[in-house]
């Protein structure tokens, strides 16, 4: 499985970004997928997750209502679009995906990483 983000930079306060994570080795079908971001001198953190069938969404409190998470199958893709970006939200921006079902979190859980992308939101 190889998962290979891009769409990270350099954005204002209130800005926008759309991250995608291109996924290839397997049909993911089954799969959750998931962004995590992790800042410096922090813990990575689970930012939003999706079933790849049936696209249900979970998202972490401090995105809600900001970032929405999406996927299209044709070009097995993950999409994270993220609106009135903070400068807390400034981070390193993972993708990862684990096999089956399941409502977990933690990045232990899951099985395969992108190389992340930097997200920086300053003015």
């Known amino acids: 499985v190889q998962l290979v983000e891009s769409g990270g930079g350099l954005v204002q306060p209130g800005g926008s970004l759309r991250l995608s994570c291109s996924a290839s080795?397997?049909?993911?079908?089954?799969?959750?997928m998931a962004w995590f971001r992790q800042a410096p001198g922090k813990e990575r953190a689970f930012v939003a997750r999706i079933r790849w069938s049936g696209g249900i969404t979970y998202y972490a409190d401090s995105v809600k209502g900001r970032f929405t998470i999406s996927r299209d199958n044709a070009k097995n893709t993950v999409y994270l679009q993220m609106n009135s970006l903070k400068p807390e939200d400034t981070a390193v921006y993972y993708c990862?995906?684990?096999?089956?079902?399941?409502?977990?979190?933690?990045?232990?859980?899951?099985?395969?990483w992108g190389q992340g992308t930097q997200v920086t939101v300053s003015s």
């Open positions: 990862a995906a684990r096999p089956g079902y399941s409502g977990v979190t933690t990045p232990e859980s899951y099985n395969y």
């Open positions: 080795g397997r049909t993911f079908s089954s799969y959750t």
